[in-house]
């Protein structure tokens, strides 16, 4: 005990914590809405996305996630596009998309032969390295998403539930999925710095499904979800520190018993 | 004199280069009941669709209370029920309640919120239905009829005049389809709201319907069920044992045979 309050004073936890909960509350909320639209995999596309852009930044000497973040956002548009103008299905465009943006990322390594080791530890991530300039913008640019959620919940529920339907309600339905995937990008990459891109689709798909076993209601899904994906990266965090272990794959565990409990309760629940 | 809520000027529509409507026209008043019904693949959901906006046409007019379809934005004067696909909703966390209210958006200016008259409104009208009790219930574990009846309330939420119902009554019983016509028949009769059924119960219908539409992706008829019944052009169509079929239960007009 005396040893995990201990850690809550190194400075570096306290940024870890602070950027790790606001950016689980954007990927648990956003998550929700992407699970049950059959959607999950896009945090995966655009992660592999995200991938070829840190390449970019890093070969460009900037920071990646600066550069990533507008880049993301585009390749989240094309996605869209080409699932509904190409008539190409959106599982496909994901799997067109991100195999461009890894094979971006290969590529650029391969170029700018001196930056691979820096590539490479952004597949895994790493948030207790967090700066206080990235924890700024962490938490700048969840609350952005956040507030895009709770001003557009109702038409993002509504189109969901039946996006015909929404449309006969007058929700403006093109518009709204545009901003949840563009939202969906922006909390890619924030996750990035959380889990890595070979993990950051978990961060949204894991407290979503977690939440489906239990949740009685909508809004009760979006609450079990945030606090599922908040209690993940708190515990993640402690737990790999205090343990030694990686914070990213730490995280994603404890997501996986956070799901286990809640589904052997669902169940238990609906004997 | 009663308004038109719905003109359909030589409507066509494409599916993969295949016309699936060919120059349909039709009015609906205000107060009308209007069925419309033809075999499956009639085009029967794709008109409903395009009316609403979720099909494009090739060609054609379609306005709504007066206004072209494409400049029409006051959709809480339409409720709509669409087809019901069993599983559609599987596994969504909603309860009734939410899915009520959600009827609601369309009378709602950004950054929509309900509040308390909007959860009022909400027990009205599954009150109305008579099924207050599902309230906090989740729509994946409802029956057929009881789920039909949630879209209903989710439809009346924003008070429409008019309500368009893409085959309700396709999973129910014949108790339960017998109750939700004649809820129906009270919100035409009682309330004056217009409807716009599309329906496989031709032999049921005529009992409530004021108007029929028959699609065979065009119009084969359309007018009062007096007329249909009394049509020796339906009688030639159809012959005469299908044309009473669909209007031997209709009250008073119709004389065949």
Known sequence: MDELLGALHYGFIQRALLAGIFIALSCSSLGVFLVLRRYSLIGDGLAHVAFGTIGLGLLLQTHPLYLSAPLVMLASLWISYLAERAKIHGDAAIGMVSALGVSTGVMLASVGRGFNVDLFSYLFGNILAISRGEVYLSVG??????????????????????????????????????????????????????VGTMLVSSLIVFPAVTAL??????????????????????????VSFLLNLPTGATVVYVNFVFFGAAFVWGRWRNR | ??????????????????????????DVMGGDYLGIVGPNGSGKTTLVRCCLGLVEAVSGQIRLFGTERGQFSEWYR???????????????PATVGEVVASGLLSRKRFPKRLDRPDAEKVD????????????????????????????????????PEVLFLDEPTVALDPTTRERFYETLDG???????????????????????????????????FGDFGQFCRSERMTDYFGEHAQHMICHQHKGSCIVG
Not at chain 1, 148 to 170: I, P, Q, S
Not at chain 2, 78 to 92: C, D, L, N, T
Not at chain 2, 202 to 212: F, H, N, R
């Open chain 2, 1 to 26: 004199m009663p308004m038109k809520v719905l003109e359909v000027v030589d409507l066509s529509v494409l599916y993969q280069d295949v016309e699936v409507l060919s120059r349909v026209s039709f």
């Open chain 1, 141 to 194: 640019l969840s609350l952005v998403v956040l507030s895009v959620v709770v001003l557009f919940l109702h038409d993002l529920f509504a189109l969901t539930f039946e996006e015909e339907y929404a449309r006969v309600l007058g929700i403006k339905t093109r518009r709204v999925v545009q901003l949840l995937t563009l939202c969906t990008a922006l909390t890619v990459v924030l996750g990035i710095r959380v």
């Open chain 2, 78 to 92: 339409i409720g709509y029920v669409p087809q019901a696909f069993e599983g559609a909703q599987r596994g969504f």
């Open chain 2, 187 to 221: 919100f035409n009769h009682k309330e004056g709201k217009t409807i716009v059924i599309i329906t496989h119960d031709s032999g049921t219908i005529g009992e409530y319907a004021s108007k029929l539409l028959y699609l065979d992706r065009s119009v084969v008829f």
């Open chain 2, 124 to 159: 009205e009208v599954l009150e109305i239905l008579g099924i207050q009790d599902l309230k906090k219930k989740m729509i994946e574990r409802l029956s057929g009829g009881q789920r039909q009846r949630v879209f209903l309330a989710r439809a009346l939420a924003s008070d």
């Open chain 1, 213 to 238: 076993q239990v949740a009685r209601g909508f809004k009760a899904a979006l609450v079990v979800a945030a606090l599922a994906s908040v209690g993940s990266v708190i515990a993640g965090i402690v």
